[in-house]
């Protein structure tokens, strides 16, 4: 760039480079894809200084507006040179080319070129808004540009409440904002009445007489001859040029441009990255919001992919835990253990008390507790009732986790001692008692032993197959064993380990020590622990699967984001030429539309989030369970707004890849 500068100062003194100089310009269109080649313009040389007013005039189809693009910088040449303030502009990279449009030119279109769906205000701020204007300087500077072109009534109209007249005062405002240094003027007034007309070139007069560079082009020639230097082109070659007027030095206050900047275009933007966040996604909002209908059902899809993952994962781990806290009730830690009844000695019976007191020392069990089953028929007052009664340890209340309600449980003193004492089932107390309050200090018979109940366990509620878990009466294991069911031996036997961790360890030990003593297997053992895993894993399975549907759905409504998104660049093709045209970078372009996407997520997301956590927690009034996991909603929350940024992507990058003078042409 300072070879520039050095380059721009190389001529005599007071004689400095001409601001445009174009040698040999050449454009073609077509030649490829079965289009006809033409050559629009055919050698141009011309060059114009800061300050001048020009006008560019010839027929329709001469190739104005292609020269106007040219001079512009939204459009390459095909051949020749372009240099501009002694700069070429062939070495310029896109970037340094938006920073040119934005810092030297601004642009009348024929057709005004307004954003539709921005305010008269708005739509004068855009160029700021590239340059990284302040918020605050940015919206006094247009409105005292709208103010002095007599619009100041109008700030917060939109193109289409606006006259012809006023939206193309509204773009010359828009052309001045980043200080317009060269206006370029393509049929400013060609779709205006004559009065509107007379208006616009007075205003463009003005401007030359401030300082302002003016390259008009028309087709009329008495619009023309308001200009201070004509030229004729025709077939895309010069035909006349009145030639460079001497311009009064009063007029030449507007300061030359520092094309050194140009190289630092990349760090523009006074703005700090949170407010220019802000401001996309403000402008991104408005966009949404006069779509509203069509983001409405975008979002929808969004919604129900969130809401769905949510309340899947919801319902998952709630019957997770709840499948898990009716196993866990049994003792995740315990090994059972029962005859086979392969003995050669007496079938069934072959674990004997020996082989517990054996079994007690193996590393890592903390009880064993020996079980005699059956059912009996219990009396109490005049009340028969057959239940199950289980002979079991002191130990139980603790290693099944199965607390006690009312009274207490027997001790190893009863054990030893044989005592005829008995804890109730909370459903047998029930049935047994149905009319006392507390069953503790009650007698009860069994056969014809009186028992006296000194404790009432709590409801366990589970089932085990067909069986009431709660419908049972404990006595210890000795009494039980002797005065109730005639055997010495246990049914089966419980033992506990102290590390969940270590229960398949702990059980090959407990069956070494068995098969030591036995030298046969005629005993099972088995774990809650395996099957716990396994009802587990099924479970997980179960959420995952559900959780998988969700997002899918969450996927497609992340095509349906694609699809919206798709078509608003479509729709929006112009806005995106005008857009380039005063400045815009193209991650600028790229921002926006990414900004739009995921703004329909993120608001999708939301609302998926409270659809979710409204849906599941009605589900939790009708007793259905469910758990809400903080990790799964922010998860899904942020499935949803990656989902915007993925399927943004493609259509932002189709926006920022368009051609500014492609997109200029587009509808
Ligand atoms: P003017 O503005 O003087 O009326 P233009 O510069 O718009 O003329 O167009 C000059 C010629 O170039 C016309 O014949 C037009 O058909 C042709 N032309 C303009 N743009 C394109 C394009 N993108 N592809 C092919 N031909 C084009
Ligand atoms: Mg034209």
């Given at each position: 760039m300072s070879e520039a500068a050095s380059l721009g100062q190389a001529g005599e003194p007071g004689q400095p480079a001409p601001l445009i100089e174009l040698a040999g310009i050449r454009k073609r269109y077509g030649g490829h894809d079965g289009a006809p080649a033409v050559e629009v313009l055919r050698g141009l040389t011309l060059s114009i200084g800061a300050g001048e007013f020009v006008a560019i005039v010839g027929a329709s189809g001469s190739g104005k507006s292609t020269l106007m693009h040219l001079l512009g910088c939204l459009d390459r040449p095909s051949d020749g040179t372009y240099r501009f303030a002694g700069q070429d502009v062939a070495s310029l990279n896109p970037d340094e080319l938006a920073w040119l449009r934005r810092e030297a030119f601004g642009f009348v279109f024929q057709g005004?070129?307004?954003?539709?769906?921005?305010?008269?205000?708005?739509?004068?701020?855009?160029?700021?808004?590239?340059?990284?204007?302040?918020?605050?300087?940015?919206?006094?500077?247009?409105?005292?540009?709208?103010?002095r072109l007599g619009l100041g009534e109008r700030l917060d109209h939109r193109p289409n409440q606006l006259s012809g007249g006023q939206q193309q005062r509204v773009s010359i405002a828009r052309a001045l904002m980043n200080g317009g240094r060269i206006?370029?003027?393509?049929?400013?007034?060609?779709?205006?009445?004559?009065?509107?007309?007379?208006?616009?070139?007075?205003?463009?007069?003005?401007?030359a007489d401030a300082g302002h560079t003016i390259i008009l082009i028309t087709h009329d020639r008495k619009v023309a001859a308001q200009a201070r230097r004509v030229i004729e082109i025709s077939d895309g070659e010069i035909v006349a040029d009145s030639g460079a007027v001497a311009i009064p030095p009063t007029s030449t206050a507007l300061p030359p441009l520092d094309m050194s900047r140009a190289a630092h275009c990349a760090h523009d933007g006074g703005a700090s990255l949170g407010t220019e966040l802000l401001d996309a996604a403000r402008a991104a909002w408005r966009v949404l919001w006069i779509n509203r209908f069509r983001t409405g059902l975008t979002l929808l899809g969004i919604v129900i992919g969130v809401a769905s993952v949510i309340v899947m994962l919801a319902i998952g781990l709630g019957t997770r835990q709840q499948v898990m806290a009716q196993l866990g009730a049994f003792g995740s830690n315990l090994l059972y253990m029962a005859s086979r009844g392969e003995s050669s000695r007496i079938p069934g019976r072959s674990i004997t008390l020996a082989d517990l007191d054996a079994l007690k020392d193996v590393p890592g069990i903390t009880h064993v507790l020996p079980n005699v089953t059956g059912n009996k028929v219990i009396r109490h007052g005049n009340l028969d009732v057959q239940t199950y009664v289980r002979g079991t340890g002191p130990a139980l209340p603790q290693i099944q986790t199965w607390p006690v309600a009312k009274g207490g449980f027997f001790t190893e003193e009863d054990e030893r001692e044989m005592a005829t004492v008995a804890v109730l089932g909370a459903h047998l107390a029930e049935k047994l008692m149905p009319d006392v309050a507390n069953p503790v200090g009650q007698s009860i018979l069994i056969g014809n032993v009186p028992f006296q109940v000194i404790g009432v366990m709590s409801a366990k509620g589970a089932l085990t197959g067909e069986k009431d878990e709660d419908d049972v009466l404990l006595l210890p294991f000795s009494t039980a064993g002797i005065r109730v069911f005639g055997q010495r031996e246990p049914t089966y036997t419980v033992m506990a380990v102290d590390d969940v961790k270590r229960v398949t360890e702990v059980e090959a030990a407990v069956d070494a020590t068995m098969f030591e003593r036995h030298r046969i297997r005629d005993y099972g053992i088995s774990n809650a622990a395996a099957s716990i895993a396994a009802e587990a894993r099924t479970q997980d399975n179960m959420t995952m699967m559900l959780s998988l549907i969700a997002a899918v759905s969450l996927v497609v409504g992340g095509i349906g984001v694609m699809n919206v998104m798709l078509m608003t660049v479509?729709?929006?093709?112009?806005?995106?030429?005008?857009?380039?045209?005063?400045?815009?970078?193209?991650?600028?372009?790229?921002?926006?539309?990414l900004t739009e996407a995921v703004l329909v997520s993120v608001v999708g997301g939301v609302a998926g989030i409270v659809v979710g956590v409204t849906v599941a927690g009605l589900l939790l009034v009708w007793d259905v369970p469910v758990i809400f996991s903080l990790s799964a909603i922010a998860g899904a929350f942020a499935c949803a707004v990656v989902t915007g940024l993925v399927f943004g992507f493609m259509p932002a990058r189709k926006a920022s890849g368009l051609d500014p003078v492609v997109a200029l042409a587009g509808q």
């Open positions: 005004y070129h307004l954003i539709a769906t921005e305010s008269a205000r708005e739509n004068v701020e855009v160029p700021a808004l590239y340059a990284g204007m302040p918020a605050a300087a940015r919206h006094a500077r247009s409105e005292a540009l709208l103010k206006i370029l003027a393509d049929e400013p007034t060609g779709a205006l009445d004559s009065s509107s007309g007379a208006e616009v070139m007075a205003l463009l007069g003005e401007l479509r729709e929006r093709t112009r806005e995106i030429g005008i857009r380039m045209a005063t400045g815009a970078r193209r991650r600028d372009i790229l921002r926006q539309f």
